[in-house]
């Protein structure tokens, strides 16, 4: 009988693909067979064309919830009789050619047996199935089978092992399978001893209730968690993890409880029970059932960082102490998150009081993944892309023709390769300014290469000498023997949004408004406040926020002051607010250095910080951004309750063609007439989005596309949306930040050109 072969490429190993293959070609009554490979799934059956055709459209109609299919091809080749419908050993032979799943929280079918008390996995805390449970951080290599995998070294149960092998179970191929009766042990760690096979949990939750601090190993890494209505509990762990004031993030036991304290939107609620599971951004209510110690939780700012239970572990102790926890990585502030049990004991019992450790291993660490949502259009902002969605992503518009790197930026470093036209973007890495994330740089890059073999052809860095992403790229370049290629940083984020949202083959002009902090200029400058102009596959820089002094390097970034001061200084009504901020030999240092500044800047997000110092003393940086959410904040509590539009820009101040001349007219002007400081501050917000609307206008551009790190502020995203959305076609990022996560992405789109 004629022999047809099936093809299948993307997310289709670790979901279940197989099993659902056998169960779709024995209700059909198909012969033939199914396997994994290092290309994919491989499938060959007993039929003619049409009925070939047909099967393979309905396995593309009907996939398994986590798969996603990128490529599928079919073929005659040849004539074989087949007996029965069988899934066959997997293959490893081909160079890989797949995407790698990512981990992915617990389904509601687990967490239905995990609480019904007749379920034999009732209450085991790593119940998993074939659509669920951790991927990308236990495998070792591919194809993904359990061999491959840190569960390698857990025999499974007779039970589980006839699930494993039942075609028909929902765990059949669940490399992750376990039980009570083979299962993944906890081990309790504390007052210097461990307790083996550690099945208590409500000791832990007594522990949470008497102000204790445990450190929790899931998915992806430790969690450091307290009871997060113990005022004291949250400001000893702010003490212990040396961080003062950056907010911490929330893990509550359900949604409900989360609407007792949040208001929570139809697409925010998605977002936190999606597969990912991440960090939602919500605002607070005025009344807070749950008693949060608030002020110790997030100094005031008025929205708090979420998330619900994604592991069965955390579920289990969710629920039973009913109330919200701080869920923070474990770590001290500044490093990489830790996932090492043995590193756990060394540095976490520095800060936590007990460590709840399990005997699963972790290849490869993950942060939670940070998301938030603009309050007027609901427009979704990435914050931070790791757990959950590293580390591929899937845009079948995109072609990549060559295997080539892209090392990233520094602060918010993340890597990205192409390897057989998949693109593969990694997990949030950190601060590579610290030596423990540039450690988990180069393991994780190393990881990655293993798995997937990658033959690059070329490796595009960031044009700063200094970035530790950019000497490692050169490096590995130097070491291969393959060119290596720089893009300004800016210009890697316009490319970035431009190829998520499909726009390099346009025909259309495309104005891209790049805003950040800080990035190395083709001028040697500090850039920050960019307008580009693409147009026939070229970039080119336009328009840009006027020059000013940039002083002091990284103490400008950390210090508001400062760039209130180089900002405002030569405006005699603003140096007089701004002196008290600096003691008489700091003003004097100053001032001479203002007199032969080293650098300019247009950094946009140096602007912020001076309106945010000027308007409300945020003189001083307790994190990164910090300035800046504060006056989004003390513009957004005024912006939401009134119909403001852009007759309030500054811009109409003076004729002089001058942003910043006028900006700043209109700022003294306030100030002296004695405004509400937040209404000056939404004034501020509104001038930026007229900025844009005037500079789009001048060049008669009609597509407008956004990166950099400040259009993570929301406001001005809703602004932005509500004012230009009716004349102007608007791309935002839709899988990556905006913030410099997305520059790896970005190069390597500037290198397919």
Not at 251 to 257: K, T
Not at 495 to 520: A, F, H, M, P, R
Not at 707 to 727: P, Y
Request: hydrophobic share 35%; aromatic share 10%; proline share 4%.
């Amino acid at each position: 009988m004629t022999v047809f072969h099936i093809h299948i490429q993307g997310i289709v190993q670790g979901v279940g693909f197989r099993p659902f293959v056998y169960k779709l070609a024995i209700s059909q009554g198909l012969n033939g067979w199914v396997n994994n490979t290092n290309d994919g799934v491989h499938i060959e059956i007993n039929a003619n064309k049409a009925t070939a055709e047909s099967f393979l459209q309905e396995i593309l109609d009907k996939l398994p919830p986590l798969a996603v299919v990128t490529s599928a091809t079919i073929k005659p080749v040849g004539d074989k009789d087949f007996k029965g419908f069988e899934i066959i050993q997997s293959e490893g032979k081909q160079k890989p050619n797949l995407l790698l799943t990512p981990d992915v929280a617990m389904c509601e079918d687990c967490r239905r047996e995990l609480h019904n008390p007749k379920d034999r996995r009732y209450r085991y805390p790593f119940i998993t199935c074939t659509n669920c449970g951790p991927r990308y951080s236990i495998i070792t290599a591919l194809p993904y089978d359990r061999p491959n995998t840190t569960m390698d070294k857990f025999k499974m149960c007779p039970v589980c092992w006839d699930e494993y092998n039942n075609p028909l179970e929902r765990r059949h191929f669940s490399q992750t399978n376990s039980c009570p009766d083979c299962a993944v042990e906890l081990q309790l760690y504390e007052n210097g001893k461990i307790t083996e096979n550690f099945t208590d949990l409500d000791y832990i939750v007594r522990q949470w209730n008497k102000g204790k601090i445990i450190a929790i190993k899931g998915i992806g890494g430790y969690l450091l968690t307290c009871d997060a209505t113990n005022k004291k509990a949250v400001q000893t762990l702010r003490e212990r993890k040396h961080r003062p004031v950056k907010p911490f993030a929330l893990m509550y036991p359900d949604l409900e409880s989360i609407r007792q304290d949040a208001h929570l939107s139809k697409k925010e609620e998605k977002e936190l029970k999606s597969i990912h599971s991440p960090i939602v951004l919500l605002a607070l209510k005025k009344h807070l059932e749950n008693q949060l110690a608030l002020n110790e939780i997030n100094s005031g700012l008025t929205r708090i960082g979420v998330m619900i239970p994604y592991t069965p572990l955390y579920d289990l102790l969710l629920s039973t102490f009913g109330k919200p926890i701080i869920a923070t990585s474990g770590n001290i502030t500044g490093s990489t998150i830790i996932y090492d049990d043995k590193k756990a004991i060394d540095e976490l019992s520095e800060i936590a009081d007990i460590i709840l450790m399990n005997n699963r291993d972790i290849v490869i660490p993950q942060d939670d993944g940070v998301v938030q949502f603009s309050k007027e259009s609901q427009q979704k902002i990435v914050l931070r892309r790791s757990r959950g969605k590293a580390p591929v992503y899937i845009n079948p518009n995109l072609k990549f023709d060559k295997d080539v790197l892209a090392t990233g930026s520094m602060l918010k470093s993340v890597f990205g390769f192409s390897s057989n036209g998949n693109v593969y973007i990694s997990q949030f890495l950190g601060n590579t300014e610290t030596y423990d994330a540039q450690v988990n740089y180069e393991k994780t890059f190393e990881h990655l290469i293993n798995i997937l073999k990658p033959e690059f052809k070329a490796v595009v860095t960031d044009k700063h000498p200094d970035y530790f992403a950019t000497r490692f790229g050169k490096e590995f370049a130097r070491k291969n023997n393959i060119p290596v290629y720089e893009i300004q940083h800016h210009k890697a984020h316009f490319y970035s949004v431009l190829g998520e949202n499909d726009l390099l083959q346009s025909n259309e002009k495309i104005l891209g408004i790049v805003w950040d902090g800080t990035g190395l200029g083709d001028d040697g400058n500090i850039w920050g406040g960019e307008f580009f102009l693409y147009e026939n596959k070229q970039i080119k820089r336009i328009a840009h926020l006027p020059e000013f002094d940039f002083i002091l390097a990284d103490k400008m970034v950390k210090e508001p002051r400062i760039s209130a001061l180089a900002i405002f200084h030569s405006y005699k009504e603003l140096s007089e607010i701004i002196k008290p901020k600096f003691s008489k030999t700091e003003w004097n240092i100053y001032q001479k250095l203002l007199q032969n500044p080293p650098l300019k800047s247009t950094s946009m997000g140096r602007l912020f910080d001076a309106v945010s110092s000027l308007l409300f003393d945020n003189d001083l940086h307790h994190f990164e951004a910090e300035a800046s959410m504060r006056l989004e904040q003390k513009a957004a509590e005024l912006y939401y309750k009134n119909n403001f539009d852009l007759s309030l820009s500054y811009l109409k101040y003076s004729s002089r063609d001058n942003f910043l001349y006028k900006l700043i007219k209109g700022i003294i002007s306030d100030i002296n007439n004695g405004l509400d400081r937040k209404l000056i501050a939404v004034k501020f917000h509104l001038t930026l989005v007229d900025y844009i609307r005037q500079t789009a206008g001048k060049l008669q551009i009609k597509h407008l596309a956004f990166s950099g790190g400040v259009f993570q502020n929301a406001l001005l995203v809703d602004m932005i949306i509500q004012h230009l959305k009716e004349k102007y076609f608007l791309y935002f990022h839709k899988e990556f930040s905006p913030n410099d996560e997305g520059i790896a992405f970005g190069q390597m789109v500037f290198l397919n050109e």
